[in-house]
Each structure stands twice: as C-alpha cells, then as structure tokens.
C-alpha cells in the first residue's frame, strides 16, 4: 500500500514537474507528445488487444481537428478567409452550428464514430479480416483526405485550417492557455488509460483479447465477435477524436497531412515500439518516439530522417515486443514486479 | 519499480531539454540570430533546399565584410519538412525558443499560412521568397516573390498583345492556381476575351491525356499553365504527343523555373514560355557575381532561378534595413526596410511602404536547348506590387497590416 501511495506521488510529480522547468514552447510540444499517446492508447486497443490493425487512423483523428477548428476559425472570422479566397460569400449551412462549443465538442466524437460505424459495419459483418481491413482503412483514409483536398472553398483545401486567435477566452500562445492545454491534455491521457484498462477488465474486454487470439473458437462458442469488433472501433475512433480537438488548440492548425497514410502508420509505430498488447507500452512509445523525432530534426534538419529510421530497425533489434513488451519480459524486471505485486495484495 | 525507472528517465529528458535552453542562452553576445524555415526533407524539399543556400550563402558572404551592426549573423536552419504542422512548431521554435530577430523561409502558401499567426502573435518578421496567389499584406511578412500584378497579370498581357483570343486555365488543384486563375479570369472578362476551359488535377497527379484532349477540341490558342512539380512533365509530353504547341498553341507556365525545368527534361519543354522577375541569363553585373558565388560555393551545374534569387536579396535587404534602422529588432526593421534598396541580380529591388512586397523586374522567356531560358520580354521599368488587384477584389491595403 505504501509504495503505492509512492508511486502515485512520483507520477504526479512527473506531471508537474515540466510546468515549471520547461518554457512555454517545450512545454507545448510536450502537450503534443502526449496528445498523440492518446491517439497510440486508442491504436492499441484496436491492434494490441482485438488484432485488428488499422492503418487509417488518421482520419479519424484529423475529423475531431477539423470539428475543433472549425469552431475556433469561426470565432476568429465570421467568415473564414479560404472561403473569401475561393468564391464563397456566405457561410455553408453545415458550418454555422460550429459557431457553438458545445456542438463542436460534441461533433469532435460523433463524427469520427460515425465514420467508424459506417466503415465498421458493412466491413466487420460481411467478415472483412486481417490485411483486408487494413488496406481497406488506407483507402478510405485517401479517399477522405482527398475530399478534403479537394473541397478547398469549404475545409481550407491543402492549406488545412489555421489563423486562430484563441480559445477559451485566451489567444493563442498565451503561457496560461499552454498551461491549461497541458493540464487538459494530461487529464484526458489518464482518463483515457483508466477508461481502457476498466474495458479490458470487464467482460467484454475479455472477448475482444479473445478474439485476437482466437476468433473462429469464439464464434464457435456462440459470440457475434463482429459486434465487438464494431465496438472496439468506435470507441478507439472517439478517443482518436478526443486526441485531435486537443491537438489544434495546442498546434494551432490542422492540414491533411494528418489524416495521411503516413501519420496513420507513424501512429502503428508508436504502439510497436512502445509495446503492443500493454496498456503503459502505447503511452510511452508516443512519448519516446516523438521527444526523438524532435530532437533530431533540430539538430540535424538535413539528415534527420536517416536517424529516425536507424531508430525504428534498432528498436525493432533490440526490443522486438517494443520497450514495455520487452522489459516485462526480463527476468530481473519480472521478479520485482511480482514482488511489487504481492506487496499489494 | 516499474514507474521508478520511467521516472528516472522523464526526469533526465526534462533536464536535458534545460540544459539545451541554458547554453543557447550562454552563448557569446557578438552575433545576432536569424532563423532559415524550409522544408529540407520531403517532396518540397527539391525546391527548398536550394532557397536554403542562397540565404545561406548571402549571410556567409555579409558576414565575410565584417557582419552586420558589428555583429556575425548566426543562422538557425529549421526543416518544415513539407508538412504544415511542423512549419507552425519549427517557426514557434525559432522565434520563441531560440530568440531569432527575423526568419527566412517558407515556399507554398500553405506553409506560410501556417506560420502566419505565429509571426504576428509574436510581432517577428518573415522574408518569404517565392511568388504567390496575393491576397495577402501582413505587417510581419516582407514578400521578395512577386505579387500576382508582377507576374501573372503582365503575363496575359503579354499574351493578348501577341493576338491570343481562346484562353485555356490549367493548373494544379490547390490555393495557388485557383487563386491566381480568379485573378486571371477576372482580367480576362475585364479585356472582353474568352475562356474556353478552366481545369484542375490533384497535386503529383501525372496522367493528362483527358485534359491535353479537351485543351484540343476547345480550339484554345492560348494555355496558362500553373500546375506545380513533377505533374508538369506529364504534362507537356501529353501537349506534345496531340500537337499543341507554339505558335499555334502558346503555353504560359507560372511555376517552372530553371530548376524545375531541368527536373522536367529540356526536350519535353523546348520552346514553351514561361513567366518570372529574374532568369539566370539576365545580364547584369550584380547576376553575374551572383552566379559565380552561388556556383563556386554549391557546385559549376547548379542553376539559379527566380525563388533562389528572392531568397539571396531578402538577406541583402535585411542587412540594409538593419544598419538604416540601427536595430536588430523586427519592428524596427519592418519600418526602416521601405527606406532601403539593394542592386539584386534582377536590378536595383526595394520595398513599397504600403505593402511590404517588392518593387520588382518582370520577364518572360523561352527555355532553349541547354535548359536555359532566352529572355523575349523585359518590362521596361520595375512593377510595383499590387496584391490586392482592383480587378479581382474590392479590398484594398493602406499599410502593412491594414486592409479594408
């Protein structure tokens, strides 16, 4: 019980800890970084428990952006520019309800389930599996992103949308607003953590981890594995819904690149590093990966990406269940978790 | 024990990052700091890079005469990586972390929409060198490419006095063309001419059989080409294979310069005209000059063209708005750079006090065989630039930042 209550204060001192060492800049990366562990935690639920890998999660990430953007470049410009710029004088009837928080917070989830119901149902029932499914979740991830691309005069075409001046009553890069956004994102990425660990305990958790293992001997014992598969779908499409309205606050624009297949499979890459199938492992590859991804690219801006591939073949030398998967794997590491464990209980 | 070793290891990542901050801070106080934002990995990269050098080699060469103020200019090089979220983080990066007085960069317009708000949240200053759509007079950018009056609007002129009646619009899909092709078709109207097509294709995209063939069966004489990048060789060879070309069919491109064209292959683009403020054939002294640096320093087959020549003289400029002002500081250089001018390959530029864009050449050429082009226009006198053309819109600029 005491090392618990250690525990528990360790963390929130980590939490903390940056508000006062870090600048505001760092500290709104670092609000970034664990935006994105969000979006990995969603992932693996998806991947690391059901089996089922996505390679267009950008899409429903970039969906909760766009909703939370649309509501913030509505309170900048009644009219937004790319709209003046492409021949549009008055405002689409299906941006006007966005001129409400409340409705746009709301859309920052309905959209992206509703996307995943659409694509979930007809694919799960009809029994699309494995490759299939993720090939298809890239095309619909290009499909949309060209819509977007396309539809300049009503999402902002390839520019994405961007020129906020502020939420929540604070301008953009306010230090008190980057406080708050890191405050909220951290809230929502413990939420979300406990939120997935609580599923998985429950009964229906367990079927999904079935089904990973084994479909065919669950639909054998009378289970419509395809009703959780939708499930677990919408779900993870809500939390990666979640991830995006906050990360366009934070970032301060949202541009189709998110919803490309190059993010989507960036996000696959957090999880496999980071550990598949654990529920720490997603949270800290995105951490890890991303710090990474930055560090490099600043000081090396020609040649970075060279690292950040030798980093992803070493990561897949070293530890090949990812850094989570691996450590629990260790004998030493195991002991002591036991010990840990039945000091608890 | 678990959550110990993470802590122990947060820890040292948030003590790393201050120990970062700190020496940058530490460092000697006899330069100035000056940020470089382009996107050197990726697919802009081919084009940006090059931006990069130059304003690489114009800080080298100030800082060779002894630097500015008394002070070495410091670059930071940053990579936007051809994506606009991380033009937004690297720009709010150089400006707030690393204390930057002003920053050279961006290409597409969508980078610099993105940077945009941080630069005018922030009150620095950005020199952007590449042509673009207007539309735009932010008191914290100055704008070296041309406005769509110095680049696009001469260019139908130059058009229809070669006797040009059925004009065909192609470009690809994204803010550039379909901004600049209002722009167009608002002058076209204006003239009394007929537009006998208006078509996009996605960026990248390479199979232009359907368009070449409705450009055909249009009867177009003459075609304003702003489709960007690789997209173009598909293209021409498409134009080529169905007959159209000069002087039959002119085609006016907007986004190929001497860089591109060697990208594109000179036996597909032989002959087509294209649009810009500075060829590299341009004979001038200060051209001259220019080209030996550029070639001694980055190699005897490289090319400059016209982005490349806006990014080095953006450096100039600023050097001179810097010893006018007496001052490092953006707002300072902003309101001191109106009052300077720099002998620039293309000719002696400077700044317009309303719009913070340049008083710029305009040229038209032809590209020839070795991958050059032949200049067959020169304007007669610099252009002042107009980003808001009457024609198009009724806003109009009253200083930087002030648009009604």
């Known amino acids: 019980m005491k090392q618990k209550i250690i525990c528990i204060l360790v963390l929130a001192v980590i939490i903390i800890l940056p508000v006062f060492l870090l600048s505001d800049f760092r500290l709104s990366i670092l609000s970034k970084f664990v935006v994105f562990a969000i979006v990995a935690i969603s992932v693996n639920l998806l991947w690391g428990y059901t089996g089922v890998l996505s390679l267009g999660h950008g899409v429903y990430f970039a969906l909760g952006g766009y909703a939370m953007a649309m509501y913030m470049k509505l309170q900048a410009q009644p009219l937004p520019d790319f709209m003046e710029w492409s021949g549009i004088e008055t405002l689409p009837w299906f941006w006007k309800p966005f001129q409400s928080l409340p409705f746009a917070l709301a859309m920052t989830v309905i959209l992206p389930v509703t996307l995943a119901l659409l694509v979930g149902v007809p694919l799960f029932k009809s029994g699309t599996k494995g490759v299939y499914f993720t090939i298809i979740s890239q095309a619909i991830t290009l499909i949309v992103s060209i819509l977007f691309v396309g539809q300049q005069g009503f999402t902002g075409g390839s520019n994405g949308i961007t020129g906020f001046k502020g939420v929540f009553g604070y301008p953009i890069g306010d230090p008190t607003l980057i406080k708050i956004l890191y405050g909220l994102a951290v809230a929502v990425v413990i939420a979300i953590y406990f939120v997935s660990k609580f599923m998985l305990r429950t009964h229906g958790g367990v079927i999904i981890q079935a089904i990973r293992d084994r479909e065919t001997r669950l639909r054998f014992l009378g289970y419509r594995t395809d009703s959780f598969k939708i499930l677990t779908l919408a779900t993870s499409a809500a939390m990666c819904g979640v991830a995006g309205a906050l990360f366009v606050p ?96 | 024990m678990r959550k110990l070793v993470l802590f122990i290891a947060s820890l040292a990542l948030v ?125 914290n950018v100055i ?64 199979d232009f059989t359907s368009i070449a063939q409705k450009i055909k069966s249009s009867g177009a004489d ?125 000719g002696v530029v400077s700044i317009d006090p309303v719009t913070n864009h340049t008083i710029k050449n305009f040229m038209i050429g032809r590209a020839n065989a070795e991958g050059q082009f032949d200049i067959l226009y020169q304007s007669p006198e610099m252009i002042a630039p107009d980003p808001f053309p009457s024609i198009a819109t009724d806003k109009k600029v009253i200083a930087p930042g002030n648009i009604q």
């Open chain 1, 250 to 345: 934070i970032v301060g624009i949202i541009s189709p690149s998110l919803m490309s297949i190059l993010m989507s499979t960036e996000f696959v890459i957090w999880v496999a590093i980071g550990g598949r199938g654990t529920l720490l492992g997603p949270i800290i590859g995105a951490l890890v990966i991303n710090y990474a991804k930055t560090s490099f690219s600043e000081s090396l801006p020609e040649y970075w990406w060279y690292f950040y591939g030798f980093l992803f073949i070493a990561a897949t030398l070293i530890v090949p269940k990812g850094i989570v998967g691996t450590l629990k794997e260790k004998e030493w590491f195991q002991n002591r978790f036991n010990k840990l464990k039945t000091e608890h209980e």
């Open chain 2, 143 to 206: 704008y070296t490419g041309a406005a769509p009056n110095q680049q696009i609007l001469p260019a139908v002129d130059y058009m229809i006095k070669e006797g040009k009646k059925k004009f065909f619009l192609v470009g690809s899909d994204y803010v550039f063309p379909r901004t600049a092709n209002k722009i167009i078709k608002a002058k076209l109207k204006s003239e009394g001419i007929e537009i006998v097509g208006e078509e996009y294709a996605p960026l990248g995209h390479t």
């Open chain 2, 222 to 346: 003459a075609v304003l080409n702003t489709v960007n990048g690789d997209s173009n060789i598909g293209f021409f060879k498409q134009m080529k294979s169905l007959g159209l070309s000069a002087p039959e069919v002119t085609c006016m491109s907007f986004s190929i310069a001497e860089v591109e064209l060697k990208g594109i292959g000179v036996d597909i683009m032989e002959g087509q005209l294209t649009a810009w403020n500075y060829f590299m054939t341009f004979k001038s002294e200060a051209n001259d000059k220019f080209i030996k640096a550029y070639q001694t320093k980055y190699g005897a087959d490289k090319v400059t063209d016209d982005p490349i020549e806006a990014a080095y003289f953006g450096v100039y400029l600023w050097a001179e708005a810097v010893k006018k002002a007496n001052s490092f500081e953006p707002d300072a250089v902003q309101q001191a750079i109106s009052k300077v001018s720099y002998n620039a390959p293309e």
């Open chain 2, 15 to 139: 003590f790393s990052c201050k120990q970062k901050e700190g020496k940058a801070s530490a460092e000697e106080v006899s330069t100035v700091k000056v940020g470089v934002l382009h996107s050197l990995t990726g697919t802009m990269a081919i084009s940006e890079t090059d931006c990069k050098n130059a304003t690489m080699l114009a800080i080298e060469e100030i800082n060779a005469a002894g630097g500015v103020l008394g002070k070495q200019i410091e670059p930071i090089i940053e990579d936007g990586a051809s994506d606009w979220p991380t033009f937004t983080e690297k720009a709010t990066k150089l400006i707030g972390q690393d204390g930057v007085k002003s920053v050279f960069g961006c290409w597409t317009s969508s980078s610099r929409k993105a940077v945009l708000p941080v630069f005018e949240s922030k009150n620095s200053l950005l020199f952007y060198p590449v042509q673009y759509e207007g539309m735009e007079a932010s008191k």
